[in-house]
Structures are given as structure tokens and as C-alpha cells.
């Protein structure tokens, strides 16, 4: 028998055999970190290799003056691929990875897995104003899902799995495997058990190794003269932290602000035309926006302003300090307005570079201000601080802002006044912002998970699960007799639907509510089911109800039985009972 089997089928059996669950998911941590790794220098590499193109040649000379035609074409292309090479839209990463984990028990489909490695280079190679993170995540994520597809993990190591490949391609795209580990806990809510740590650590471990062999060792930003942290600076941390909260807000409501309104086009061509043009105008107006922007930010860092605005036209100004602020200033404004149009208009990308983007120029602008009122702040230390602050204030991770800041800039010895700006950026724009930009549309959906385990748990509930349809159904017109007979006489329930002709729902009966009349032979032909039917205390609306909105519409009513509404017609009941049952299940096996 075992030679009709495949080889991978024999090899199934033999892991079964020889290798413990436990130890074959860290071997699965290490290879999924490899190939989140080896998935991120692609990209990377890609991108880099797409961007040089336009520094060769004849077109070095005139660079610039094509910033306004690059994005345009960048975005069509991305357009074409998604429709006609991988006919689908390619979702943002971490909305889509965290989407899987909440609602798919963490499956991916495998076109994920090439997906962003398509379009992600284009759209950021040819300027789009994003990072490469988000779409790293989305490749990784899929690996990981699809890995342990595979090898037939069950849904909980599936997404355990699927957290580690997504930590494993921020660890490679960052070189920061310790920040990796914490933005698994912060934002895909993960629990850190000892259980999900060592696949973690290992598939973290194994990426950022498989990212310094390609590329090497150096940080994506250059912060080579950290000062000493100065006691007597500790209030200008704590004003820079409430900076970066406000344009953290400012930067969250733009990007949903823009995202609404691009929602908007029916016309997928004219939206992607539109996204182009704008882009096309800002990078050709502001060039620090193109593409990621980690070439300026690392000439700003080193006060090398000659070089970091080396694009803009009236060089003379540039030595007027004042003129550096201003610039700075119309960055912060800018930015978000950037990052909103590329992915609103088609573009494939991420916004951790915007946001470190973001937090650099916000920096560098509070640290110029203070300097000009007279003050004597240390460039870099505040411009890196700045960052930790927007990463905490946009995505509502401050100690994934603090690790990933101190790793990525070789940092450490900032950590209280990381811990300040992050903390108070952080309280500010949570206290205004319930959501972050990954989690909006899900949290408005209540289909995010958290590390509520209450809420965890009834976010994996499906209604389908829960429905029963042993219901024998009435209609209005029924005599009493006929409701004893047909109904009352065959249902093992003790709840009746009553539906008209089109199996809409008008009303429910009980068998309380015919109990003192049901031996009444002389009301048997004269009393209709319309005269005894009732409206149900609640309705349970099928799409469009999640699993926290029915169980508070039990505990408002007290009811024990509900109706379930698809498309306004009757599909079944849901028992509080059988709810429970499915809860304290789900909870177990969570």
C-alpha cells in the first residue's frame, strides 16, 4: 500500500513518525523565515535595480524632469499587471494578512505570494511614495500560510505560522529581528507564550540572517554620531512627543480622508490616471517624495541640506535656515498627501517608510525650530526620536516604534527619552484614534481580532456554524386547528415561524402563547395564526451582523431564540443556548 503512495505523502508519514509537533514547526519557522527573508531582498533589490534605471544613461541628465511622468507610468503598469497578468487586485499587506488571521484561520491564496513581488518594484521604483515593508509582509504572510497549508497544520499553528513569516519579513526589510518579534505582539495580537516565541525568534533569526548575506550589514538609516542623552532636554522630548501625536492625526486623517474619496471612481483607469497626476506634480514639485525616501532622510540626519534639497530649484535660498524649516514644514504637510494618493490610486506599498519618513522630517523640523529660537539640541538624537514618535502616534505600537528605531539606528543609548516621546505620542493619538491604519476597516467591521480573548473568541465565531432551520414554519392564514396539527403535533420545538408566500418572516408563535387554548375544540376553525403571531424582540441580520453584535442582542432582549434575516427573508433561528455552546468550544480550542 505505502508504494502507491507519493514520495511527499511518505515523508508525511515519516514526520509523523520521527519528528514531534513541536520540533517540525521550528524547522518550519527557520525555512519560512528564510524565505520571508529571501522574499524581502527581492523586493528590495528589485526595487533598487527598477530606480537605477532612470540614473543611467541619457535619462540621468533629465531625472528630474521626468518626476512629474514616472508615477503616471508606475501606476498604469501596476494596473495592467493586476488586471490582466494576475487578474485581481493585490490587497495591502498587513490589512490582508490580519483579515486572514480573523476571518480565514489564517489562509492565503498562493497568487499572494507573487502578487506584491510584481508590482511592489514598479510602484516604488518608478516613485510611488510608499515603502516595501507592507508588501514584504504580504509575500512572507502568504509563505507561511500556504507552507503550513501544506504540511496540514491546524488553524492555530496556521496562523502562528503565518504571524512568524510576516515578523520574519520585517526583521529582513529593517534588519530589525528584535522589532519583529514585538510588532507580532502589538499588532497581529499575538500571544507570547513560549509556545509562539521559539518559532518567532527563529523565523526572525533566520530572516534578517538570509537579509545580511544578500545585502550585508548596513542600517536603512545612517544615525553615526548619537549624542549623550541630556537630562536638561527632557521637556523638549516630552514637546516633541505631543508634535508627533498631532502629526500623527494629521497624517492618519489625511490617508482616510483621500482614501474615501478615491473609493468614489467608478472608473478604475480614470482613478489610476488621476493618482498619477497628483503624484506626477508633487514628486516633480517636492522631489524628497519620490519613492521611499531614505536617501534624503539620510542627508537630512546629516544636516547635509545642500544635498537632502539638491532637487528643488532656488538652491541659493537654501542657506537661510529659516528656508530649511519652511521646506521641512511643507514635507510634513506633504507626505501624507503622497502616501494616500499612490495606494487610493492602485499603488502597491507600505507605510512604515512614509511614517519613519514622516517622524524624520517632524524631528528635524522641531530640532531646526528650537535651534533658530536659540536654544542647542542635538540634530540627530531629536530626528531619531521623531520617528519613534510617528511609528507610535500611526500605527499605535510604541514598543515596536522604540525597538525598531534603536535597532535600525544603532540607538540604544536613547532609550528614556524613546520611552517619553513614544509614550506621550502614543496616549495622545490613541485617546483621538481608536484605530490604526491597518486596523480601521476591520475594527469598524468588528472583524479584528485582539488580545481580548472575550472578543478574540467571538470574532472566529461564523453565524453559518450556529444557524438551525428545524423549524416547522406557519402561515397567517392558518386555523388554530391546523397549526396544532401540522405544527404543534410534528415539531420537536417549541418556536414557529410564521412566513408569508414569499418567505418573508411576519411574526413567530410559541407554544406559550397557544398553550391555554390549544384543547379548546370551538376556537379550533375560528381562530387564525395572524390573531396569535407576535413580532420577535430582535432580528439577527445575516452579513451584516457580527458575532458581538448578536450576542449583545441577546443580552439586551433576554431572549433565548433569535431570527436570522438573509437578503429580508427568513433563514432560521439562532439559540442562545447553542451560541454558548459554540463559544466555550471556540475558547478551548483558542
Known amino acids: 500500500m505505502l508504494k502507491n503512495k507519493s514520495a511527499f505523502t511518505k515523508f508525511l508519514i515519516w514526520r509523523y513518525k520521527h519528528i514531534s509537533n513541536n520540533n517540525f514547526i521550528y524547522i518550519l519557522a527557520i525555512v519560512i523565515g528564510l524565505l520571508a527573508g529571501l522574499a524581502s531582498v527581492v523586493l528590495k533589490n ?82 510611488g511614495s510608499v515603502g516595501l515593508e507592507g508588501p514584504s509582509v504580504a509575500t512572507g504572510a502568504s509563505v507561511g500560510s500556504n507552507i503550513a497549508k501544506l504540511f496540514h497544520m491546524n488553524p492555530q499553528t496556521r496562523k502562528l505560522l503565518l504571524v512568524c513569516a510576516a515578523a520574519g519579513s520585517l526583521s529582513a526589510i529593517f534588519k530589525a529581528p528584535i522589532a519583529a518579534i514585538l510588532f507580532a505582539v502589538e499588532v497581529f495580537s499575538l500571544d507570547l507564550t513560549f509556545a509562539s516565541l521559539v518559532p518567532l525568534l527563529l523565523a526572525s533569526i533566520s530572516a534578517v540572517i538570509t537579509r545580511m548575506f544578500f545585502i550585508g550589514e548596513q542600517y536603512i538609516v545612517n544615525f553615526s554620531n548619537i549624542d549623550a542623552f541630556k537630562i536638561s532636554d527632557l521637556a523638549f522630548y516630552a514637546l516633541l512627543g505631543v508634535l508627533t501625536a498631532v502629526v500623527s492625526i494629521y497624517f492618519s486623517k489625511v490617508y482616510f480622508a483621500i482614501e474615501r474619496q478615491f473609493s468614489k471612481f467608478k472608473n478604475q483607469l480614470l482613478k489610476v490616471g488621476l493618482a498619477g497626476v497628483i503624484l506626477g506634480v508633487l514628486t516633480f514639485a517636492v522631489p524628497p517624495l519620490y519613492g521611499e525616501g531614505f536617501g534624503f532622510m539620510n542627508n537630512l540626519i546629516a544636516q547635509d541640506h545642500e544635498l537632502a534639497f539638491s532637487g528643488f530649484y532656488f538652491q541659493e535660498w537654501l542657506g537661510n535656515n529659516w528656508t530649511i524649516i519652511g521646506l521641512v514644514l511643507g514635507l510634513i504637510l506633504l507626505k501624507p498627501i503622497a502616501t494616500a494618493v499612490t495606494l487610493s490610486g492602485g499603488g502597491v506599498g507600505g507605510v512604515f517608510a512614509p511614517v519613519l519618513f514622516l517622524g524624520a522630517v517632524t524631528g528635524s523640523f522641531f530640532v531646526n525650530l528650537s535651534n533658530s529660537l536659540g536654544f542647542n539640541l542635538s540634530n540627530s538624537n531629536f530626528t531619531m526620536v521623531g520617528m519613534a514618535g510617528l511609528m507610535a502616534g500611526v500605527l499605535h505600537a510604541p514598543l515596536t516604534a522604540m525597538f525598531l528605531i534603536a535597532e535600525i539606528t544603532g540607538g540604544y543609548q536613547l532609550f528614556v527619552p524613546l520611552m517619553i516621546s513614544v509614550a506621550i505620542s502614543f496616549l495622545i493619538s490613541r485617546s483621538q484614534l481608536s484605530y490604526n491604519i491597518y486596523t480601521k476597516e476591520l475594527k469598524e467591521s468588528d472583524k479584528l481580532i485582539t488580545q481580548d480573548k472575550d472578543k478574540a473568541v467571538l470574532t472566529l465565531l461564523k453565524l453559518d456554524q450556529i444557524i438551525e432551520t428545524n423549524f416547522i414554519s406557519l402561515k397567517p392564514k392558518m386555523t388554530l386547528k391546523k397549526m396544532l396539527l401540522q405544527g404543534v403535533a410534528k415539531s420537536k420545538r417549541n418556536l414557529f415561524p410564521v412566513l408569508d408566500d414569499e418567505g418573508i418572516l411576519v411574526g413567530v408563535i410559541t407554544l406559550d402563547d397557544v398553550r391555554e387554548i390549544m384543547f379548546d375544540t370551538s376556537l379550533y376553525d375560528s381562530v387564525l395564526v395572524e390573531f396569535l403571531m407576535h413580532d420577535p424582540p430582535e432580528y439577527i441580520y445575516y452579513g451584516k451582523d457580527n458575532m458581538q453584535r448578536v450576542m449583545n442582542k441577546f443580552q439586551n432582549t433576554s431572549a433565548w431564540n433569535l431570527p436570522v434575516i438573509k437578503e429580508g427573508k427568513y433563514v432560521g433561528f439562532v439559540s442562545k443556548s447553542k451560541m454558548l455552546t459554540a463559544y466555550r468550544r471556540k475558547l478551548i480550542s483558542y
Open 46 to 127: 528589485a526595487t533598487h535595480f527598477i530606480a537605477s534605471l532612470f540614473e543611467q544613461g541619457s535619462l540621468q541628465n533629465y531625472h528630474h524632469l521626468f518626476y512629474f511622468l514616472f508615477p503616471s507610468v508606475g501606476l498604469l503598469l501596476v494596473f495592467f499587471i493586476s488586471k490582466y497578468i494576475l487578474k485581481t487586485g493585490v490587497g495591502h499587506g498587513i490589512p490582508m494578512a490580519l483579515f486572514s488571521i480573523s476571518q480565514k484561520e489564517g489562509k492565503m491564496e498562493r497568487r499572494n505570494i507573487i502578487s506584491s513581488l510584481l508590482t511592489a518594484p514598479i510602484t516604488v521604483g518608478f516613485g
